[in-house]
């Protein structure tokens, strides 16, 4: 696995490692709590709904190339614009496992507020928003291409609800691009 060193790397799309995907890795044990200073770095942001004006989506990180390779994914939901949180607290996909003090193997009940605490240490939010405002820009762009006194494009959406739809939408998305310009 890969990961991309720069401290600011692009979002993935959503064709990059699917979240679900930590579960075939390797199982990584830690003495709990995790180390103090684990890095993670980001490895993919996806936006999964892309409803207006809140989405919703997942986010993967992994540890720094080597092995044992360790990952974290969890849900996260756009509450407002520009506030974004994590879905389920409760629900972290990790492959790491975490040891109790008496050296049993803790329940996911019982790693959660561990798990959590890595989470709140990444800056996370920040590359959800990065990928939420790629979207925004690829689709004022794609809206800007379609502005009058451009060529348009002959083929239309099968079905009139459809294309009235799409009409209103790009409608809707041009008019805030330009009200953001001015």
């Known amino acids: ?17 699917p979240a679900w995907a930590i ?3 390797p199982t990584v044990l830690w003495q709990s709590p995790p180390p103090p200073r684990t890095r993670f770095l980001h490895l993919g942001t996806s936006v999964t709904t892309r409803g207006a004006p809140l989405r919703a ?14 990952g974290l994914a969890w849900d996260w939901i756009e509450l407002a614009q520009g506030v ?60 800007l291409s379609r502005a009058p006194g451009r060529p348009q494009s002959t083929e239309r959406p099968s079905g009139a609800a459809n294309a009235v ?9 041009c008019a805030a691009a330009s009200s953001a310009r001015v």
């Open 57 to 70: 989506g997942q986010t993967l990180w992994g540890g720094p190339d080597g092995e044992p390779a360790t």
């Open 165 to 173: 739809s799409l009409g209103r939408s790009c409608q809707a998305s």
């Open 84 to 143: 974004v949180a994590m879905a389920d607290p409760m629900a972290v996909i990790t492959n790491v496992r975490l040891i109790g003090p008496g050296g049993e193997v803790m329940t996911s009940f019982e790693a959660a507020p561990h798990l959590n605490e890595l989470v709140h240490a990444l800056p996370w939010q920040s590359e959800v928003q990065r990928a939420l405002a790629d979207i925004r820009h690829r689709r004022r762009r794609a809206c």
């Open 23 to 25: 579960f075939a890795w």
């Open 1 to 17: 696995m890969k990961a991309h060193p720069s401290p600011h790397p692009q979002p993935r799309s959503e064709a990059a490692i």
